[in-house]
Nanobody
Framework: QVPLVESGGGLVQPGGSLRLSCTAS????????IGWFRRAPGKKREGVAC???????????VYLDSVKGRFTVSRDDAKNTVYLQMNSLKPEDTAVYYCAADQMLAGCSLLGSLYDYWGQGTQVTVSS
């Protein structure tokens, strides 16, 4: 089991910002592609953003169309942490957000079934 812990969720007003963190212990994040996913009540899980492992750093991050220009994924391998900066949040962004890791991906993917390791999730609520 590869421990991943998400943090940074909370309640924010529409138009606000949050930064989620995904921190790993027991392995080095730079060897893994990291994906961010979310599941809203009554909806299927969807991939939000992903970033390739550091050896593939020339690969651009991938974003769900509805978050392009608002969300940014980045990695700080010195801290074994990957971030999801979320700006201009909308009520429809409300969901439990999960990070996931996989060592075998070339590049990254928004397809959750390709990831082997998952965190427990952090709740993001966008509401006035």
């Amino acid at each position: 089991q590869v421990p991943l812990v998400e943090s940074g969720g909370g309640l924010v007003q529409p138009g606000g910002s949050l930064r989620l963190s995904c921190t790993a212990s027991g392995f080095f994040t730079d060897d893994f592609a990291i994906g961010w996913f979310r599941r809203a009540p009554g909806k299927k899980r969807e991939g939000v953003a992903c970033v390739a492992s550091s050896p593939n750093r020339d690969d651009s991050p991938v974003y769900l169309d509805s978050v392009k220009g608002r969300f940014t994924v980045s990695r700080d391998d010195a801290k074994n942490t990957v971030y999801l900066q979320m700006n201009s949040l909308k009520p429809e962004d409300t969901a439990v957000y999960y990070c996931a890791a996989d060592q075998m991906l070339a590049g990254c993917s928004l397809l959750g079934s390709l990831y082997d390791y998952w965190g427990q999730g952090t709740q993001v609520t966008v509401s006035s």
